[in-house]
């Protein structure tokens, strides 16, 4: 059981806009910055946004995110085939004095 | 450029402690704003966080298995050491390292080290 709740999967189209929620609680996402991840099969994660909405060099401003109170969505728009990963939030939590994931969702391009 | 790698064995018996060491190159641990971090995820399944350790030798540990793991770091060597005692099958993942930045976000990862728990 994960200390933070994301959807099992999402789906959409190629082209269509996919978004991916993530459900925490004050002692987390609420006083803390929320960062999402990309594994693509087979490969490490890789870090896709962090500070809630800002993207590392590299990654496509398809990829966005944002932060509401204890709630985070990563939104992807023009969706590819080679989006087809699993993407985990995570975030530290004061309270446990330990960094939480999410569960991840799996995003699949119909 | 900023690596990480990770390096232990691939096969531990049940009851034995697993002890994995990650070499990073690109950025010192001596660093203020600098952490490492392990991860772990069994096969199919979720990230799990394990533990971190700072700048200042402060370590944090994933409550469920506090009592079970170390983290250690070696800063001349730029290395990071994890011990897990009293391995199980249902330990069977792979591990990964991965810097920490600020207590913010895990921003560079290694390749992971798959570890089988099994007699």
């Known amino acids: 059981q994960s200390v933070l709740t994301q959807p099992p999967s999402v789906s959409a189209a190629p082209g269509q806009k996919v978004t991916i929620s993530c459900s925490g609680s004050?002692?987390?996402?609420?006083?803390?910055?929320v960062s999402w991840y990309q594994q693509l099969p087979g490969t490490a994660p890789k870090l896709l946004i962090y500070e809630n909405n800002k993207r590392p060099p590299g990654i496509p401003d398809r990829f966005s995110g944002s932060k509401s109170g204890t709630s985070a969505t990563l939104g992807i728009t023009g969706l590819q085939t080679g989006d087809e990963a699993d993407y985990y939030c995570?975030?530290?939590?004061?309270?446990?004095?330990?960094?939480?994931f999410g569960g991840g969702t799996k995003v699949t391009v119909l | 450029q900023v690596t990480l790698r990770e390096s232990g064995p691939a096969l531990v018996k049940p009851t034995q402690t697993l002890t994995l060491t990650c070499t990073f190159s690109?950025?010192?641990?001596?660093?203020?704003?600098?952490?490492v971090s392990w991860v772990r995820q069994p096969p199919g399944k979720a990230l799990e966080w394990l533990a971190l350790?700072?700048?200042?030798?402060?370590?944090y540990y994933n409550t469920s298995l506090k009592t079970r793991l170390s983290i250690s770091k070696d800063t001349s060597k730029n290395q990071v050491v994890l011990t897990m005692t009293n391995m199980d099958p249902v330990d069977t993942a792979t591990f990964y390292c991965a810097r920490f930045v600020h207590f913010r976000e895990l921003d560079y990862w290694g390749q992971g080290a798959l570890v089988t728990v099994s007699s």
């Open positions: 995570g975030t530290w939590d004061s309270s446990l004095s330990a960094w939480v």
């Open positions: 690109g950025f010192s641990l001596s660093s203020s704003a600098m952490c």
């Open positions: 350790i700072d700048s200042g030798d402060n370590k």
């Open positions: 004050s002692s987390n996402i609420g006083n803390n910055y």
